[in-house]
């Protein structure tokens, strides 16, 4: 490989965070150019050696002097050496982003039930401390980019919100339909505990965000039936259904009387279709009892007494039953 007399790197858009100099192969009296949010870093058997911010440097044995001390370069002149040049960039990125590969199983005990919550946000991060950072992420990787960085952290990232986002459902703080009301607080617990995991590998994270908590489209139904049934439920609650039934059962007598050609004088009676089912008391019960207003016949109040009388005699009404209604009849006279 061709000796080089200038290193640098024009990068051509701000997505790379690192970037390896495609030639190991450098000579005393080269000049390394930095630029601005930049710095340059020497790679030699695995160790991070010399840094250099920006600017442009000639390399001597006098500002090399790690590199010096390991390969013992000679003074002057353009001898080879061999070394890895990582360019580092610097500068502050704030729209990484983050989000759930899967969704996160939590029990919500606010519903009653587990649920599946997906999660994203955005991220920022500055890298504060090249040495560190090239070593324990780059590794032996040629270039790094936002992508490269984020497998790297996007683990602790999600950790971090897991946990904070199970203890926060689980303990009722916040339902999963409630949890926008705790973003900030979420955000600000998961990234202290972030922010400490990141400044082992010399990274500062710079902001955390999260845009959505949320439950797939499948799940949200399922919850959304549920809650229909329960309001479906806590409104009959509060009807009198016993009552009502009790009515209903009643109508259904006399309706199978009706229709029954061997039942003696009631079936006849009210086959032949008297309607005493609201000048009646059970007619009258059933008339409050589902709420429909009892209507009027235009039989005499004399054949109103007889029938009644008969529904007395046959053991359909009481006599309690009996004698309200006459009195009541009587009144209307």
Not at 247 to 271: C, P, R, W, Y
Request: aromatic share 8%; with cysteine.
């Amino acid at each position: 490989m061709a000796l080089v007399d200038i290193i640098k790197h024009e990068a051509p858009d701000d997505t790379l965070f690192v970037w390896k100099h495609p030639s190991s192969q450098i000579k005393v009296g080269s000049q390394l150019v930095v630029g601005e949010g930049q710095q340059a870093i020497f790679v030699k058997g695995g160790q991070a050696l010399d840094c250099f911010d920006p600017g442009t440097h000639t390399l001597i044995t006098g500002n090399i002097p790690l590199l010096d001390k390991i390969i013992n370069l000679p003074f002057g002149g353009d001898t080879p050496f061999t070394a890895e040049v990582w360019f580092v960039n610097t500068t502050v990125k704030r729209d990484l982003k983050w989000g759930t590969p899967n969704p996160i199983p939590l029990m919500d005990t606010a519903l009653g039930f587990p649920v599946s919550v997906r999660a994203f946000g955005k991220w920022g991060a500055k890298i504060t401390d090249v040495r560190s950072f090239v070593m324990q992420i780059v590794g032996t990787q040629s270039h790094a980019d936002a992508e490269k960085v984020h497998s790297y952290f996007i683990g602790k990232i999600i950790e971090s919100l897991t946990t904070f986002l199970g203890r926060t459902i689980a303990s009722g703080e916040a339902s999963i339909l409630q949890i926008a009301s705790v973003f900030s607080g979420l955000s600000d617990a998961a990234a202290t505990e972030i922010m400490i995991e990141f400044e082992k590998f010399g990274v500062e994270l710079v902001n955390f965000d999260i845009e959505s908590i949320n439950l797939p489209n499948e799940e949200m139904e399922k919850i959304q039936a549920v809650f229909a049934k329960t309001l479906e439920a806590k409104e009959l609650s509060k009807t009198n259904i016993g009552g009502a039934y009790t009515a209903i059962k009643s109508f259904e007598v006399l309706n199978n009387a009706a229709t029954n050609q061997n039942d003696g004088t009631v079936g006849a009676m009210i086959g032949a279709g008297i309607g005493l089912g609201a000048g009646l008391p059970i007619g009258g019960q059933i008339g409050q009892q589902i709420n429909i207003p009892a209507t009027p016949t235009t039989d005499s109040i004399g054949e109103k007494l007889r029938q009644l009388k008969i529904l007395l005699d046959d053991g359909l009404i009481t006599q309690e039953q009996f004698d309200e209604k006459r009195n009541k009849l009587i009144e209307d006279l």
